[in-house]
């Protein structure tokens, strides 16, 4: 594919191949590349960083700023380019495996069995965390996707009525509106573009009809009448977004809400992080829900790092402490209560988590269930890359063109979506 790095050469000679983490012992340093620099997101990355200064290590803070992590993964590409890796950076879905191809990754084995991720993990996130079986990346949390995030005071003041599907949106989104607020708080970027119209599509077409054409990639399922009328939604949703909206980044957008500027954001459950980190609570001063037309699916994203191989004793056995500390139940606790996400390892007790978390576990079981638990493909989940990044172009090309007929956006999709 076109973006590969072209790396093999590289990183023959400069790191040893598939050498397995040797026992933890002294401490060193973690360069740690992530883009979680919002509000809740810098909180939730600094309970990383003490857990990880508590055993000992020294952390060293590579935050790339861009939601979805675009500008991340391209700063990454060019750090492995030059021969330089951090130690660990934040890469999700099949981008992990990508990397692995490169050869560069370390082998995370030792550390997995230690801490028993084998049981700990459901199989859909342990599968994407391995590479020809083995552990190449240590997963973080479970965000949901597909959420609604709505300010009940301002559906008050309008006297309209939160809504589960898109004909009763319009309905509440014209009162909105005409009582003088923004419908829909909105960030005109392209992640946050796909974000809103992956929960359209799958609202529209089902789950079986999103498997087929956003993992599988089936040309048949792209070019549908189920993309068109997903595009034609969207262009309903569109109206009600207001006119500053231009690439407007996520948590202000999260902010109109919180501050009652705006009725409701489409987005996943790091925006919890942005109520949580303002004080606010679910059920009183902020709703959760599923999109309309969502109810019963649930769009998944999973966070993790995975770790570049290392010459160094010290860094060696630093990153095993890191690869080990986020899988451990005081990290997994700790950090997705300031994320708004939910945590990846299995059995853990969400005492202390709020509804919106306790609604996203027990959904992710029921959807898992009834087979409408899918991958994000806006967040990486779900195809390479290249597929995504065409696809993004697509969506934010017919939201940037009033005059593009969704039969067009279609066509576009199919192409987006052939081998790149
Ligand atoms: C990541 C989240 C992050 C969000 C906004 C998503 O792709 O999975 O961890 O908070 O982007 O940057």
């Given at each position: 594919m076109k973006q590969r790095m072209k790396m093999r050469t590289l990183s023959a000679l400069a790191l040893a191949v598939g050498i397995a983490f040797a026992v933890p012992a002294a401490a060193g340093e973690v360069e740690v590349l992530h883009w979680w620099t919002s509000g809740g997101e810098a909180k939730s990355v600094g309970e990383l960083k003490k857990i990880l200064e508590s055993k000992g290590d020294k952390w060293k803070d590579f935050a790339v700023a861009g939601g979805a992590g675009e500008t991340a993964m391209t700063v990454l590409k060019s750090r492995v380019v030059s021969g330089q890796p951090p130690t660990a950076a934040q890469v999700k879905g099949p981008g992990i495996q990508e990397w692995a191809r490169e050869g560069v990754l370390a082998n995370l084995d030792d550390v997995a069995a230690a801490g028993k991720w084998d049981s700990l993990l459901p199989p859909v996130v342990s599968n994407v965390m391995k590479y020809q079986g083995h552990y190449v990346a240590v997963p973080v949390n479970v965000h949901r996707v597909n959420w609604m995030w709505a300010n009940p005071e301002v559906f008050k003041k309008a006297g309209a009525t939160i809504p589960t599907t898109w004909e009763e949106f319009a309905v509440a989104a014209d009162k909105i509106q005409k009582a003088g607020f923004i419908a829909v708080a909105h960030g005109g970027q392209p992640w946050q573009d796909s974000t809103i119209f992956e929960a359209v599509a799958l609202g529209t077409g089902g789950a079986d009809w999103y498997k087929k054409a956003f993992?599988?990639?089936?040309q048949k399922a792209l070019n549908s009448p189920q993309m068109e009328k997903s595009f034609a939604t969207l262009r309903i949703v569109q109206?009600?977004?207001?006119?500053?909206?231009?690439?407007?980044d996520w948590n202000l957008a999260t902010a109109m809400v919180i501050n009652g500027k705006a009725a409701m954001q489409f987005m996943g459950d790091w925006a919890k992080g942005e109520f949580t980190a303002a004080g606010k609570k679910p059920g009183k001063d902020y709703i959760c829900m599923p999109?309309?037309?969502?109810?019963?699916t649930y769009t998944f994203n999973i966070d993790s790092f995975i770790m570049f191989q290392q010459k160094d004793p010290s860094a060696k056995s630093a990153q095993a402490h890191l690869a080990a500390a986020i899988m451990e139940p005081q990290f997994q606790e700790v950090f997705n209560l300031n994320k708004g996400s939910i945590p990846?390892?299995?059995?853990?007790?969400?005492?202390?988590?709020?509804q919106c978390a306790k609604d996203s576990a027990a959904e992710f079981v029921a959807a898992s269930k009834s087979g409408k638990l899918v991958p994000s493909w806006a967040h990486e989940?779900?195809?390479p890359p290249a597929n995504k990044g065409a696809m993004f172009d697509v969506v934010t090309g017919f939201m940037n063109t009033p005059s593009m007929t969704p039969k067009a956006a279609a066509e576009k999709m199919a192409t987006a979506g052939a081998k790149k």
């Open positions: 993992v599988e990639l089936d109206k009600y977004i207001d006119k500053d909206a231009a690439n407007r999109v309309p037309g969502n109810k019963g990846v390892r299995l059995g853990m007790n969400l005492d202390k988590f709020d989940m779900a195809m």
